[in-house]
């Protein structure tokens, strides 16, 4: 019978086994980590660099000022931090405004209610009048095409499906209901609705409408859509109920623009011995206009400059060309990301490694993966190096949206898991402030990608 | 060579090789347990009942109103419940006040500056003019009592060692800093000193001054002492590094009274099989005045009262007598726990655990554990059980302030783990509010706990 039997104990009796991992490297690996998260809670940046760019400079959707404003601030303190290399590379991303805010009312026994709604990125605008139309409210695409085009061309599809608030992964839940945000008007248009309304991707009850990318089907009618305060969808569902005849208003004036010029933000730490390879850490740097985007994600890019500054201040000497990149243009088009794959593809540049964080500045709890088996394995394999951190999760998730299209170039990719429990109700919404930053959470998860960069760098993957 | 090794996989085959608990058992368990956790997340109530503990009531300061109120509250809450029995249990407890705000400043070169202090738990008020002297700056007691009564008397002694920053559970920093706040008047006025100012138990820098409990030695004069916000301290340093003769003022008001009469609130499911057998699962409902003891500790109480409206929601039967116990007096005085041991064992009572929340309503992550080395290793064998919903810190750490005494009965003391990122941020200060309660990890914290007392209720420990 086996008593007192621990994991930690298990594992590092596994990984002494290889012989790349003797007890010595553990103990200089342990050392030097220790000393990454003593530098990033005693002295850390990123706090300080996040306030800026979310207070001062605030929401950034691409092509915005506030875009341009957090493309030369960024540049500016990777040059203050006196990185090897500072670059902007040239994207061209898509132009979408919301215009002035937008209204919208229920109509139900005579009343008028006002509610709250955000445009959806990507939506047309209603006319200058606004639209109002009964209302049909659905739970999902397939409840939808049962009810057929007879009952709901000429009204509003209201997409009304929760976030699965059982999912532990608040990740998994947003999964579950985001077909309703990005294929919803599309769908509805189909069956010859004038407009679609969204439950906001959130598992609390309150005012914020959270808004978010959508995408209209080819050959299909171009429908305005918007997301609707949870309250407010709650209200809504109430009032169909009472009153079927229930009528929705609404009146958005958003926008797209012509393509516009951005740029990914680029600081480097140039390798030694291996300096061919590149290993990338980043996050992205536009947001949503309706916050601030200091979870999503001013916390990955700060985290991602505060990762090389450690191990820079820590004298730290890197066999490969660490990158802190700055991708822009995740939220709707994702062209910063493909953008510098491309250009590494076409510079025939080699990617070891990308780590990315983008799911908020919350408490790290471990890595994602997405690569081979053996590269899992060796992940896990750095488990009694983590877990003095609280890094107990490696290898559940992936990597992330910017570092995507690197995996196709043989790039092992990794995503920063985070705490998920509050993410969303600050995603994509006007309560995603940096008042919702915790300091110390902010600086672990730096730390967390300083030394998984170390662990990378020293050992390869 | 061993390659994918798992954790989670060397435990589930460590569990199995236990003969009470086989594949069915661990099948049944882990189906209740997700019923537990699905029902907290869906239907949960203890949001809206810290809510009202919170904002309608606020600070629940032993002896005051707002702890008379929350003893109602929580008694007609669990009396809505239909627990099978709710009952009060008297508590002597001492009962000190604050009185008017308090007035501090630093006066250097002329200048006279505001900054924020708030009288300890327990101190003296000063004369109604207030005191004012120079200001000798200490890290610690050993500096405090080399420097030796020459330098000390007629001062203000202003104890200035920070929370380490660096400790990565931040309960073990304020456990590295909190004995300026105890006993730094009693140790500055054995050198003569006539006040004690000490920085704020927090990492943050912010204008909020942290109160808490502190004790006067006997035989030595009772000075008054407050403490100072963080970035008040940062400020008073630096103008004693730029001018030594610095001096401080402050005023303060607080007062003991009498002792006075309150209540341990009770709320109990009756046992089965093994009725005799208690099983205690509580939070303290006193509070510190400068906030609405959101944190410290409403979320401990409504998690306890939630965790047995889980398991008698699920319809579940348990063996033994399960108590969600409110405890008075946690935090000046420790009547409330004290009260409850005492009448335990005058009356014969068995207890076999008790489980306390008191660290904060924040992602759960495991529990800590006052036993034997075989109630450990039993409560780690329930790891599978516990790792899907994050814990994973089982058997760091201890109980809990209130259920110490238990302890000394035999019951196994078990402590609610959450993340610790954030809970010096509001510890004690005006900052504990409704705000800073996530409604999820609430619940998940309050689930934890249910699945904690059904473990030990169908297993025994």
């Keep these: 019978m086996i008593k007192f039997i621990r994991p930690a104990f298990l594992l590092v009796t596994a990984v002494f086994a290889q012989p790349s991992f003797v007890q010595s490297s553990f103990q200089k690996d342990s050392t030097f980590i220790k000393k990454i998260f003593d530098e990033a809670l005693t002295n850390g940046k990123p706090y300080e660099w996040l306030r800026i760019l979310s207070t001062d400079i605030g929401g950034r959707l ?4 506030g875009a341009a404003k957090a493309v030369s601030y960024t540049e500016k303190v990777m040059k203050e931090e006196n990185f090897d290399r500072v670059f902007l590379q040239p994207v061209k991303v898509p132009h979408w405004v919301r215009g ?20 959806l990125g990507g939506s047309v605008a209603t006319p200058v009048e606004g639209i109002q139309a ?16 007879e009952k709901v061309a000429g009204k509003i599809v209201f997409f009304n499906r929760p976030m699965d608030p059982t999912k532990l992964n608040t990740f998994d839940a947003y999964a579950g209901a985001v077909d309703q945000r990005g294929n919803g008007a599309t769908e509805a248009a189909k069956l010859g609705a004038v407009g679609a309304i969204v439950r906001s991707m959130t598992t609390r009850l309150d005012d914020f409408p959270h808004t978010g990318g959508m995408r209209y089907g080819v050959g299909v009618p171009l429908i305005p859509t918007a ?32 393509m516009a010029d951005s740029h990914n933000v680029i600081g480097e730490m140039k390798g030694g011995t291996h300096a061919s390879e590149i290993i990338v850490v980043g996050g992205h740097l536009d947001s949503w206009d309706l916050g601030q985007g200091a979870h999503d994600d001013g916390s990955g890019c700060v985290q991602a400059i505060e990762a090389l500054r450690l191990l820079k201040k820590l004298g730290y000497t890197p066999k490969r060309t660490l990158r802190a990149v700055m991708f822009m243009n995740e939220e709707n088009g994702l062209r910063g990301g493909i953008t510098y794959a491309d250009s590494a593809s076409a510079k025939k540049e080699m990617h070891l490694a990308a780590i990315e964080s983008d799911r908020g500045g919350f408490t790290p ?11 899992k394995t060796r992940l896990i394999s750095w488990q009694p190096l983590f877990s003095p951190y609280g890094l107990h999760e490696l290898g559940k ?61 020293t050992y390869g993957f």
Aim: proline share 3%; hydrophobic share 40%; charged share 20%.
């Design 365 to 375: 709890l471990g890595f994602g993966i997405v690569g081979t088996a053996e590269q």
């Design 227 to 258: 997301a609707i305060s949870t309250n407010g969808a709650e209200l809504l569902s109430k009032s169909l109920r009472e009153n079927p005849k229930t009528q929705f208003y609404f009146q958005q004036n958003c926008e797209t623009l012509p």
């Design 62 to 65: 691409s092509g915005s000022e």
């Design 397 to 457: 998730g992936g990597g992330g949206a910017d570092i995507g299209p690197l995996g196709q170039q043989g790039a092992v990719l990794l995503g920063l898991i985070p705490d998920s429990q509050r993410y969303f109700d600050y995603h994509h919404a006007a309560s995603d402030t940096f008042e919702a930053i915790s300091k110390r959470e902010l600086e672990m998860g730096a730390a967390s990608m300083a030394a998984m960069i170390y662990l990378i760098d």
């Design 100 to 119: 002035k805010a937008e209204t919208a009312f229920i109509f139900v026994n005579d009343k008028k209610i006002s509610v709250p709604i955000a445009a």
């Design 134 to 149: 009964e209302v049909i409210e659905v739970q999902n695409f397939l409840e939808l095409r049962a009810l057929g085009k």
